[in-house]
């Protein structure tokens, strides 16, 4: 259940409540694909670093090590040991984005394997009751991405197909939950709104899906091609069509100053991999802006990554440790890094939730829009 607790105009400020503890919105949540966030980050660690919510893959952890193994293992939660809110994403963009071959049809799609090309069959309910198996706190509904830009009328279409397979998600999830041998029977369940970026189809779909009186609503389809500039439109044109009395989560997005202006604009949630894929290649996120710690120019410097920051990392190793640890090819430079931007993406929301509480997220949107994207020059 979500509660709005107040807005600095559209900005929210809430709480949503779940079976595995209460998530302070707005937040952001860490992408740990396989059950891991890459850089030899554990679920452990995460708790020092400020994360709230874990994001898990269904299309990955469906073909290694297997949903069945999962649940036999005692879900998600006992496998991987964090005991906080899982979110699973449906495999629905995995599906399009990963399968080279794929045939859609109104059941569902048939694909290939990306591992070893053999082919599976995906649709509403095999992605209900993967994600049951794996015992996730928030299930996603299997939804169709379609790239942008798209023709209008398959853009349609497609909404219509996504529309009765999310009917057909809810209706499996209360079959699911109601089994007595579910993993997790209070599973929660998001509808994603689709619509490329057509105004009309955008609003047309989110009034149809809003009438489910889901768990929660996701704007799904963006940050695979669009400018930013289209992305904030469709967010503009979608939020005020979306459930006050729901959270509202932008998937796969993004930057820093991504998350500034979806909060600006009324989003609750986000997730990206962004911070541990850049982390990994030695580019880190500060106050000041990014940096790159591959740069000549910290061969000497005793700094830490970010003076503005307190994370583990910073508190105990310099920029010239680091550099020369990603020089030597150690993985201690992956997790360092990857430790410091998950720390720094879920300051900057602690920061926010801040600002919204003291009524001075405006004045905050207004001094770190301009900076958290630019390169650092020190």
């Known amino acids: 259940m979500y509660k709005l607790i107040k807005q600095n105009g559209h900005a929210r400020r809430g709480e949503l409540h779940t079976p595995h503890g209460t998530v302070q919105t707005p937040a952001f949540m860490n992408v740990a694909t396989c059950g891991a966030i890459k850089g030899a980050v554990s679920a452990l660690d995460l708790k020092e670093l400020r994360c709230q919510v874990q994001l898990c893959n269904t299309y990955h952890l469906h073909l290694r090590p297997g949903d069945e193994t999962v649940r036999q293992l005692g879900g998600l939660h006992r496998f991987t040991r964090w005991d906080g809110p899982i979110l699973t994403d449906s495999g629905g963009f995995q599906v399009f984005s990963l399968a080279k071959l794929r045939n859609i049809k109104e059941e569902g799609v048939t694909f290939a394997s990306h591992i070893d090309g053999h082919r599976i069959f995906m649709g509403p309910e095999e992605s209900m009751t993967i994600q049951s198996n794996l015992g996730s706190t928030i299930a996603m509904a299997f939804d169709e991405c379609i790239e942008n830009p798209a023709e209008y009328q398959y853009t349609r279409r497609s909404c ?3 529309f009765r397979w999310l009917c057909r998600c809810r209706d499996k999830m209360q079959e699911l939950n109601a089994r007595e041998d579910a993993v997790n029977p209070r599973q929660m369940l998001f509808g994603i709104n689709q619509g490329a970026t057509y105004d009309d189809l ?41 459930p006050e009395d729901k959270i509202r ?5 993004g930057t820093p100053v991504n998350i500034l202006e ?11 991999v962004m911070p541990t894929r850049n982390a990994r290649h030695a580019n880190i996120f500060t106050w000041s802006g990014r940096r790159n710690m591959m740069n000549e120019r910290y061969t000497l410097d005793e700094l830490p990554l970010d003076p503005a920051c307190d994370c583990p990392v910073c508190r105990n190793f310099t920029r010239a440790y680091i550099r020369h640890l990603f020089k030597s090819g150690e993985m201690l430079a992956m997790r360092l890094c990857v430790m410091h931007n998950i720390w720094f993406f879920n300051t900057l929301m602690m920061k926010i939730r801040e600002a ?8 905050f949107y207004q001094q770190y829009r301009p900076i958290l994207d630019k390169r650092c020059t020190d």
Do not use: K
């Open 249 to 253: 989560y932008l998937m796969g997005v």
């Open 160 to 162: 219509d197909r996504t």
């Open 262 to 272: 979806a909060v600006h604009r009324g989003i609750d949630l986000f997730d990206c």
């Open 202 to 242: 955008r609003i047309e779909h989110m009034q149809r899906i809003r009438e489910l009186d889901l768990d929660g609503y996701a704007i799904g389809g963006l940050a695979v091609g669009e400018s930013a500039e289209e992305m904030y439109h469709v967010i503009d044109v979608v939020e005020e069509h979306m």
């Open 356 to 363: 919204l509480d003291n009524d001075t997220f405006e004045s």
